[in-house]
């Protein structure tokens, strides 16, 4: 059996300026991989590795602030974008073309430095920005959540650079790979579960701020509203029945959407679980959880979702999964309330880094088809 280093020891490493391998495995039993060095201390060396040994794109993970202060803006707008790049940069002096390993750690080193300011990075460049989520890995269950929580948890600047770890044909690397590239490389490598019941042993980032029961068109609920206190935002979590760890509990983590909520709009072919029929499900049930995750929906997604119902082509700025991209929100919420196992009203989705919540996905329950869903 594969033995992971605690957090701690991966923690040690990043303070020594060393790089480790961080897997994060994923509800359908796979796993990806990727390399992390502290930004503070990232040299040519680590640069250089991460570019021909794991292959990837090289990275680097920043607070939404840090990016603020630079003047990034996001390339493709959105709170909950599911890689929220922001612009490519370069550092504006010291360097030669900006590809070589030097000098993409030079540009590093100017972008986390508390004296840069805007002015001392240019765009586009060789080093990819991430604005990782307030929160990191409580929010979402991401490398650069994952990579900016390991380095400020080791007492560093709350930034990081990572790379994905690709196999010998450039496919992203399965377990054996990434398990055979850690011993080739004498990386210490450790899991994002670990990471995330490490910092859930100490923080969380929501808090149950009301309590008590509704009676709904499904029967009677029990609610708690819950703050999220890295963006202010409310959720509420509907609970019918007695929830047991032990047994699988029906759950559905909605994100709010004003057409799918409000007007009851399906897409042809893409028969999905509406609020109403998911509260009907749970009510049916006896007993489960749906847990209604608020997201403020601005013009640019209002606009895309009116496309895509016209049926109009797929815009450049279409959103992503927002129930994945929000996981460790509502996983936060469930863990909360008792929830264990998991027959998840939804579809089969990899949904990452589940154990770290103690939660485990052990079934995923189709929804009804779009005219029953009406």
Same mark, same amino acid.
């Given at each position: 059996?594969?033995?992971?280093?605690?957090?701690?020891?991966?923690?040690?490493?990043?303070?020594?300026?060393?790089?480790? $391998?961080?897997?994060?495995?994923?509800?359908?039993?796979?796993?990806?991989?990727?390399?992390?060095?502290?930004?503070?201390?990232?040299?040519?060396?680590?640069?250089?590795? =991460?570019?021909?040994?794991?292959?990837?794109?090289?990275?680097?993970?920043?607070?939404?602030?840090?990016?603020?202060?630079?003047?990034?803006? %996001? =390339?493709?707008?959105?709170?909950?974008?599911?890689?929220?790049?922001?612009? @490519?940069?370069?550092?504006?002096?010291?360097?030669?073309?900006?590809?070589?390993?030097?000098?993409?750690?030079?540009?590093?080193?100017?972008?986390?430095?508390?004296?840069?300011?805007? @002015?001392?990075?240019?765009?586009?460049?060789?080093?990819?920005?991430?604005?990782?989520?307030?929160?990191?890995?409580?929010?979402?269950?991401?490398?650069?959540?994952?990579? =900016?929580?390991?380095?400020?948890?080791?007492?560093?600047?709350?930034?990081?650079?990572?790379?994905?770890?690709?196999?010998?044909?450039?496919?992203?690397?399965?377990?054996?790979?990434? $398990?055979?590239?850690?011993?080739?490389?004498?990386?210490?490598?450790?899991?994002?579960?670990?990471?995330?019941?490490?910092? %859930?042993?100490?923080?969380?980032?929501?808090?149950?701020?009301?309590?008590?029961?509704?009676?709904?068109?499904?029967?009677?609920?029990?609610? +708690?509203?819950?703050?999220? +206190?890295?963006?202010?935002?409310?959720?509420?979590?509907?609970? /019918?029945?007695?929830?047991?760890?032990? /047994?699988?509990?029906?759950?559905?983590?909605?994100? +709010?959407?004003?057409?799918?909520?409000?007007?009851?709009?399906?897409?042809?072919?893409?028969?999905?679980?509406?609020?109403?029929?998911?509260? /009907?499900?749970?009510?049916?049930?006896?007993?489960?959880?749906?847990?209604?995750?608020?997201?403020?929906?601005?013009?640019?997604?209002?606009?895309?979702?009116?496309?895509?119902?016209?049926?109009?082509?797929?815009?450049? /700025?279409?959103? @992503?999964?927002?129930?994945?991209?929000?996981?460790? =929100?509502?996983?936060?919420?469930?863990?909360? %309330?008792?929830?264990?196992?998991?027959?998840?009203?939804?579809?089969? $989705?990899?949904?990452?880094? %589940?154990?770290?919540?103690? $939660?485990?996905?052990?079934?995923?329950?189709?929804?009804?088809?779009?005219?029953?869903?009406?």
């Amino acid at each position: 059996m594969t033995e992971y280093a605690d957090i701690d020891k991966l923690l040690s490493e990043l303070r020594h300026g060393h790089s480790c $391998l961080l897997l994060n495995e994923n509800s359908a039993g796979g796993m990806t991989g990727f390399v992390v060095v502290a930004a503070e201390h990232c040299e040519a060396e680590h640069i250089a590795f =991460m570019a021909r040994q794991a292959r990837g794109l090289v990275c680097l993970a920043m607070t939404p602030q840090r990016c603020e202060e630079l003047e990034l803006p %996001l =390339m493709v707008e959105g709170d909950d974008s599911l890689s929220p790049f922001t612009l @490519s940069i370069e550092a504006a002096t010291g360097i030669d073309t900006g590809i070589s390993a030097a000098d993409r750690a030079r540009t590093v080193r100017v972008a986390v430095d508390a004296a840069s300011q805007a @002015s001392d990075l240019v765009q586009p460049g060789h080093i990819f920005p991430i604005a990782a989520a307030a929160g990191g890995v409580l929010t979402r269950t991401a490398p650069a959540e994952a990579a =900016m929580d390991l380095a400020t948890l080791a007492g560093l600047l709350p930034s990081a650079v990572f790379t994905e770890v690709l196999d010998n044909d450039g496919a992203v690397a399965d377990a054996d790979y990434l $398990l055979g590239f850690a011993d080739q490389h004498q990386l210490v490598m450790g899991q994002v579960s670990d990471l995330v019941t490490y910092r %859930l042993a100490n923080q969380k980032t929501i808090r149950a701020v009301r309590e008590g029961t509704l009676q709904t068109r499904h029967g009677v609920f029990s609610a +708690t509203a819950y703050q999220d +206190t890295t963006q202010g935002r409310l959720h509420v979590a509907l609970t /019918k029945g007695v929830i047991d760890a032990d /047994k699988p509990t029906l759950v559905r983590v909605h994100v +709010t959407s004003v057409f799918r909520d409000l007007v009851g709009t399906t897409l042809d072919g893409h028969a999905s679980w509406s609020f109403d029929a998911s509260l /009907k499900a749970i009510g049916e049930s006896g007993s489960g959880v749906l847990v209604l995750l608020s997201k403020p929906e601005a013009t640019d997604d209002l606009l895309h979702d009116i496309d895509r119902l016209f049926g109009e082509p797929e815009s450049d /700025k279409a959103g @992503s999964p927002d129930a994945y991209n929000q996981i460790g =929100m509502g996983a936060q919420i469930l863990r909360d %309330l008792g929830v264990g196992q998991i027959r998840l009203l939804g579809a089969p $989705l990899k949904y990452n880094a %589940l154990a770290g919540f103690g $939660l485990e996905v052990v079934d995923f329950v189709a929804p009804p088809d779009a005219a029953e869903s009406h």
